[in-house]
């Protein structure tokens, strides 16, 4: 288990879930998911992968505000750092 997460592992998750991250740059970390090509079920995924890789229980209404790749470190590291 990471102590936090980083753009590259969120990146790395993000391609084994889905296989599509070549053109994801940190440009984008802002960006809805929507606006880059993930839908909710890749999100669903990405978070499940993150909570077997972290350790983390992520709750539905966490899950739900996570609506960019910043977001979602932001939360990972959040909660990282919480525990």
Avoid: W
């Amino acid at each position: 288990m990471s102590s936090t997460m980083t753009f590259d592992n969120l990146k790395d998750i993000m391609s084994r879930c889905t296989g599509e991250t070549e053109d994801l740059t940190e440009e984008h970390l802002n960006l809805d998911f929507t606006e880059i090509g993930y839908d909710s079920l890749a999100i669903l995924e990405i978070a499940s992968q993150i909570q077997r890789e972290y350790g983390l229980q992520i709750p539905d209404e966490a899950i739900e505000e996570m609506n960019s790749p910043q977001a979602v470190i932001d939360y990972v590291n959040n909660s990282l750092a919480a525990a």
